[in-house]
Nanobody
Framework: QVQLVESGGGLVQVGGSLRLSCAASGRTFSNYVLGWFRQAPGKEREFVAAIRWNGRSTYYLDYADSVKGRFTISRDNAKNTVYLQMNTLKPEDTAVYYC??????????????????WGWGTQVTVSS
């Protein structure tokens, strides 16, 4: 079992920045793919970013097209924490952001159904 707790959401103006954090506990953090998803009112949950680690020096990153160049995902395996740095925020980034985890099998995972563990979410609101 993996427990995930997000933090860092809030209200920000257009063009601003926020950094989300997700603290994980329960299993060997480094063996998991960590992802961020978001869900806006009336919309389906959508992929934002994911990060895998090969156990040595290489990280594999995936991003949704809508956030490429603006968002950066990173992880600190020593702290069991994954981050999502969000810059140049837009009103359409407004959503509840969820952290998720799944066992690392060497492949990218960008669909919500592929993730086994989820946090409760943190609200991000971008005002215009």
């Amino acid at each position: 079992q993996v427990q995930l707790v997000e933090s860092g959401g809030g209200l920000v103006q257009v063009g601003g920045s926020l950094r989300l954090s997700c603290a994980a506990s329960g299993r060997t953090f480094s063996n998991y793919v960590l992802g961020w998803f978001r869900q806006a009112p009336g919309k389906e949950r959508e992929f934002v970013a994911a990060i895998r680690w090969n156990g040595r020096s290489t990280y594999y990153l995936d991003y949704a097209d809508s956030v490429k160049g603006r968002f950066t995902i990173s992880r600190d395996n020593a702290k069991n924490t994954v981050y999502l740095q969000m810059n140049t925020l837009k009103p359409e980034d407004t959503a509840v952001y969820y952290c998720a985890a799944t066992r690392d099998d060497g492949y990218s995972h960008m669909r919500s159904v592929e993730y086994d563990y989820w946090g409760w979410g943190t609200q991000v609101t971008v005002s215009s």
